[in-house]
Each structure stands twice: as C-alpha cells, then as structure tokens.
C-alpha cells in the first residue's frame, strides 16, 4: 500500500502541477473571451431558463427573453429527464464532500487566500461547463434501448472525428475507474468518518446503509436518480445554506476579516500561527484551483454526462442551464462554509477536512452545529453517489456497449461498504490524481471544439434556430 500510494502521490503531483493549473484556467479564460463573457452577463437568464425547465412543454425561451422566442419547447423535444432534471443531477455529483471537507482541506492546506482562487476557477468554470453542455447535447447519440447517451466521449467521437476515438475511450477509462474515487468511496468514507465521530455509529454499518439505500436508486437508472436528486438536491442546499447564513450573523462582526483573509492572502504568503502550518502563494493557488475543480467540476467532463440525457433539442439552452451548477456549487455552497470557517478561530489549530468544517459550525452554533455537518454531508455524498454512478455507467457503456451497464451498476454499489472503511488518505490522493486525468482529454476537446460553441451560441442569441447534431446511432 505505501509503495502504490508513492507512486500515486508522484504521478499527483505531475498531473496537479502547473500544466494543470494552465490548461483548466486557461481554457476556461478562453471559452470566456470567446463568448464575450456571457456566462456571466446572461447569469439572470440561466436562472429563468433552470426555473421554466422544471416543465419541458412549457415555452421556456419566452419565459427566458421574449426576444429569443424563436420556438417552443414543446412535445417534440428529446431526452430522458428535464432540464431541471438534468441540473439537479449535475448537481447531485458535484454538491457533495466537496463544498464541506474540500473548502476546509483548501484552508487548511493553502491558507485563506485558496478560497479566492477556488472563486476565479468557478468563474472561468461556468464558460467551461456551459460549453461541456453546448457539446454534449450538440453531439449526443441514442443507444440500442432508446435512451440519450453524450458526454466528452461522445462529442470527441463525433465533433473531432473517429481519428481522435482514442481520446474518447481514454477519457471513458478514467472516467469509469473515477467514479470509483471521487463518486463512491471519498463519499461513503467521508460519510462513515462523519457518523462515527458524531454519533457514534460503526463506519461498516454506515456503509452498509448507503449501499442499500444507493442501490435502490442506482439500479432503476437515470429517470429514477433524476427524481431523486431533483427533490434532495433542493432541500438539503437550501437548508445547508440556511444554517450557514445562521452561523455568520451570530458571526457578523467576524465577515469583513474573513473577506479581508480571502483577499489579502491570495496573493501573500501565510506565516505559521498556532497548528497551521503556514502556506506560499503557489500553496493557495494549487489547493484552491484542485479543490475548487474537486466541488464543482468544471473541466472534468462529467456534468455533461447528465446534460445529455435532458429533454431539450436546443444546446445552447441547456449549456445556459448547465453553467449554473458551477455558479452555485461554488460561489454560493463553498462560500457559505468558507466564511463559516474563517469566522471561527478553529482553522488556525490545525484542524483539516469535513471536522474542520464541523467544529466551525459547532463553534456558534454549540450542541447542533457539528450535527448539522454530518446530516448534511450524509446526504450530499449520498446524492454525489447517485450521480456519479450514471456517469460511470456512460463511460463503461461508451467502451463495452450496453450490455456492460448492469454489471458496472452492481460493482459500483458493491464498492461502497469497502469505501467506508477504506483509509481516507490513500482514497482522497486517488481521487485526487484521477480527476486530473479525466480533465486532460476532455479540456483539450473542449479546446478544439470551441469554434463550434462560440457559432451556436451566437446563432442563438441572433435568433436562428439552434437544433442538435444529426441522430446518431451508439450501436451501429
């Protein structure tokens, strides 16, 4: 064990370097100057089309702009689940341990100033998951059961030609084996870890719980974690950030010196103070960009996976949809548990992860806050588990074909009770690595392909009719 995670401590270190760093914000940088900054100028109108999405009949760009109402989106429209669906489902997999125990292991481990560049990647983010979307849709195939299969994999595949099918299938690998990682055991371990130390209840039987709860809905398919995530995902986000909001006016006094922390030290090294061991710019710009990608994946590839399925024949439409998740997973869900822990003083003892994260809480809020953490992060990585094995399925599916989606599903939920009692350390440096690995071949199609994105998206701002690429046949 320790020789393999040296050899995945190093190979982290290579793909999390500064390639990294440049290929994930420079893309996403581009995306943004080539489409004029409008993922963040047309923000309102994300939010209008997410709300008239709950409804596929209803006339959604009308809803949206008046002036872009070319067309309803009406019966004819294609997809297994709906817009609104589609997002909660992104969402699923992307709010998860991420927005408790990644903000605090940024913190911990890049000081302060990590939040900052967790928000510059959720910025530049929202261009790269408008276009994963934009693509996704674009290029999105039927498979032999009727149902809507898309994602990196498949716009590599169609968008840049058979030539670069290797491409696809790499990033179906990776993506496949990281669902393991950052969809299953990060989650049901963190989970475990959670209820033990709050409650008191043995990790093996918090493993066990999650597997059967999980399995009931993961064996059912994408229409029944689509329903389920579509009522979850709104009411523990609402709630967590409710509770958030809580801490920080008991905290009020304590805000500006937290934005003043963010600020000062993104572009300042941290001098060690009590347990906290001190950290250089590069340390906040590392940690804040790698755990800001952990919490909202942007650039992974994954999200696109779920905008694929959604009932829309418009790519641009779903991609404004799409951007939202990076929005609020990050500047909103991130933020609001970044400020509760530097309110607090406990970041400074050298506290890390979700416990960082619930001291904080339990610091105003005495008796409940740590509770409130672990309900929440139980039912975060549980919804992440729901998500993240429909994006594994896809990916086996691309490399296997359809008859292999029964057997991922199973192994999958098999993998959960082994997660919960697994080592964290080794389990958080593989997900780590392979996030990384999912990110290359996705972002250097995203690259290739944004000529297609920038003419969709200004067709449809032009008014012209928008429709997705020509029916494909997965099987064939």
């Known amino acids: 064990m320790e020789t393999l995670t040296s050899l995945l401590g190093a190979i982290n270190g290579v793909v999390w370097g500064p390639i990294m760093l440049i290929l994930l914000l420079g893309v996403g940088i581009y995306l943004q100057i080539g489409l ?4 963040i100028r047309k923000l309102g109108m994300g939010f209008k089309l997410m709300w008239a999405g709950r409804a596929p009949k209803r006339d959604v760009e009308k809803v949206a702009d008046e002036k872009l109402a070319a067309k309803k989106a009406g019966e004819g429209d294609e997809g297994e689940i709906s817009p609104f669906e589609a997002l909660m489902t992104a969402l699923s997999a992307t709010i998860g341990t991420g927005n408790i125990a990644g903000v605090a292991t940024a913190i911990a481990l890049g000081g302060p100033g990590a939040v900052f560049w967790m928000w510059i990647t959720a910025l530049v983010g929202m261009a790269t ?25 498949f716009y590599i595949k169609n968008g840049l030609g058979k030539k670069w099918l290797w491409l696809g299938g790499v990033f179906a690998f990776f993506g496949a084996v990281a669902a393991f990682g950052i969809g ?5 371990n963190s989970v475990a ?4 130390s709050t409650f008191g209840i043995p990790t093996w039987l918090s493993g066990v719980v999650i597997m059967v709860l999980a399995g009931a809905v993961i064996l059912g398919g994408i229409k029944r974690i689509a329903k389920v995530a579509g009522k979850l995902v709104p009411i523990m986000g609402i709630a967590y950030v409710s509770a958030g909001l809580l801490v920080l006016i008991i905290n009020a006094g304590q805000v500006g010196d937290a934005f003043g922390l963010i600020f000062y030290y993104a572009f300042n090294p941290m001098a060690a103070a009590g347990g906290f061991a001190g950290a250089a710019v590069m ?3 590392r940690f804040g960009v790698a755990r800001g990608i952990f919490s909202n994946e942007a650039g992974l590839g994954s999200a696109p996976i779920a905008h694929a399925a959604a ?12 951007m939202l998740g990076t929005f609020i997973d990050t500047i909103i869900v991130c933020t609001i548990t970044a400020l509760v822990i530097l309110t607090s003083t406990v970041w400074i003892d050298g506290e890390a992860g979700a416990s960082l994260t619930a001291l904080s809480f339990d610091a105003a809020l005495p008796g409940f806050g740590n509770q409130i953490v672990a309900v929440a992060l139980a039912i975060f990585a549980f919804t992440t588990i729901l998500g993240w094995s429909f994006y594994g399925e896809k990916c086996c599916q691309f490399l296997f074909g359809t008859r292999s989606i029964m057997i991922y599903r199973v192994l999958f939920v098999l993998a959960i009770p082994l997660g919960a009692i697994a080592q964290l350390g080794f389990i958080w440096l593989m997900a780590d690595t392979f996030n990384a690995m999912m990110a290359i071949p996705n972002l250097i199609a995203l690259a290739l392909l944004s000529p297609v994105v920038f003419k969709l998206t200004k067709d449809y701002f032009d008014g012209k009719d928008v429709l997705p690429g020509e029916e494909l046949d997965h099987d064939r």
Request: charged share 25%; proline share 6%; aromatic share 6%.
């Open 36 to 39: 004029k900054l409008m993922p």
């Open 129 to 153: 998951k408008f276009a994963e979307a934009v693509l996704a849709v674009r290029y999105r195939e039927t498979d032999s059961t009727g149902f809507h299969v898309g994602g990196p994999m």
């Open 184 to 188: 299953n055991t990060v989650q049901s």
């Open 193 to 196: 870890d959670a209820m033990d």
């Open 283 to 285: 340390a906040a710009i």
């Open 311 to 322: 009932k829309t024949k418009n790519p641009v439409r779903q991609g404004l949809i799409a």
